[in-house]
């Protein structure tokens, strides 16, 4: 069974907190060296490390303290990485008050970190790095060795990108029953790939019967190209689910049967706060089957039914079941076949979503009348959101006044996407407006909108001067050649963030200037013609007249 090849993704985005860069975490070594071995309240009590000690001590504890913050982030509830800092700054700050207390009064012995912090046991196993290929029972015996060894701490595991055969299947499986009262989070992403149907099956068998009854918060069985079978072959492990948080069906060839068979097999989702159903051929009467998962999801806050394939009909069913998840934080829904009235539907559920954070509704179809009504409804909801994607949606300058309304009420906004849409420089200008006061601002997506030089100035103007600005994308537009220099002026001192122009048309301009010049030509033309056309008829009325008079004489 040949795992379907995801189509190419647009970019996404999503702020993140954790991990730390490079940068900061050497900062934060070096902020700890000098805590330890400069005058300091803590030092003067009990006593302070030679430079050469505290810097060695500093990086031991920035270590410990990351892998313990970054073992948190990993089952973060929240998902973007805040609690994890905190734990991160708590754990340096205790260890170093630890490192000092432990410090002995005579300077003859060095004081060791693993006094202070006991070892950090492994619980992610993960065989997914390195070359994509078949695992076959050989290596899987030598590979699987760690899940076997007595006491150990693993929770999670992730065995993507390795695609088992049956013999494989076959140690994995009693490997895994062993273990899964221990495990928290399962990934079988992409495990069967390049095998055959009834192979495939039978290794999805066997991994299900031996989790079966596991007590998971996390599966990804993404990318297996699942189809009805596939999920059915699943179905001990799916059934036995009681707690599970998240759940993932991405690229798995979901279609109405599927979608109704995991409906059936996934009976437990009061828990489930992530659901991701991206690039499957669902259709509007699988839509319904996800509907109902949905309805039975309150808690959900991350949803995903993204190049689905859906239709009005089946837009429209789902777009009302989200009305019922009013924890929600995250939406996508991009690259369906929506149109204008599901654009109405949804605008009743965002009302209810007070905690939405980000929104992905490029490529729905909802031109002017969708996406006036939801730029209306999110205007007077969600005040924390953070992304609003709604490119590709044929939305022309009318609307343009309700979404810059919508964008202005967004202060926290970091990333606009409103490409490929006819807003022109009427619509672009008036979006620069609105976002004049954003500080937080990021990235602004105006590609194919066909602006010209006027339109493009004002935005580039608009995001430069902002700290954290970082990319502003205008490409795919009319602008002239004039105008590209001047974009190129404007951000001379920091050219990484103005996006590439190699697909701008800087003759698209012109043209559409000698079209309206040869249009209001036509025009002059015209009236000429039917003001000659209207006296020659005076002239042929008046001769007509002066025929049929009488000869006074």
Known sequence: MDATTANSQRRSFSIKLWPPSENTRKMLV??????????????????????????????????????????????????????????????????????????????????????????????????????????????????????????????????????????????????????????????????????????????????????????????NLSDNALGEKGVRAFGKLLQSQTNLEELFLMNDGISQEAANAVSELVPSTEKLKVLHFHNNMTGDEGAVAIAEIVKRSPLLEDFRCSSTRVGSEGGSVLCEALGMCSHLKKLDLRDNMFGPEVGLVLCKALSKHENLTEIYLSYLNLEDEGAIAIANTLKDSSPSLVVLEMAGNDITADAASAIASCIAAKQLLAKLSLGENELKDEGAIQIAKALEGHSHLIEVDMNSNALRRAGARVLAQTVLHKDEFKLLNVNGNVISEEGVDELKEIFKKSPEMLASLEENDPEGEDEDDEEDEEKESRDEVKDVEDELESKLKNLDVKQEAILDTPDSN
């Open 30 to 219: 070096e902020r700890m060296t000098n805590n330890l071995s400069s005058p300091t309240i803590f030092t003067r009590k009990y006593r302070s490390l030679s430079k050469e000690e505290a810097a060695k001590n500093a990086e031991e504890i920035e270590d410990a303290a990351f892998t313990i913050a970054n073992q948190h982030y990993e089952k973060e509830p929240d998902g973007d990485g805040s609690s994890a800092v905190q734990l991160y700054a708590r754990e340096c700050s205790k260890l170093i008050l630890e490192i000092l207390k432990k410090i002995p009064k005579s300077e003859d012995k060095e004081i060791s970190i693993s006094e202070v912090v006991p070892t950090v046991q492994e619980t992610f196993f993960d065989i997914s790095k390195g070359k994509r290929a078949f695992i076959e029972a050989e290596e899987a015996q030598e590979l699987l060795k760690p899940l076997k060894e007595p006491g150990n701490s693993y929770s999670k595991i992730c065995f993507s990108n390795r695609s088992f055969g049956i013999d494989a299947a076959r140690i994995a499986g009693p490997i895994l029953a062993a273990l899964k009262d221990q495990l928290k989070e399962v990934d079988l992403s992409d495990f069967v790939a390049g095998r055959n149907e009834a192979e495939a099956l039978d290794v999805m068998n066997i991994f299900s019967e031996a989790l079966e009854g596991s007590n998971l918060k996390f599966l």
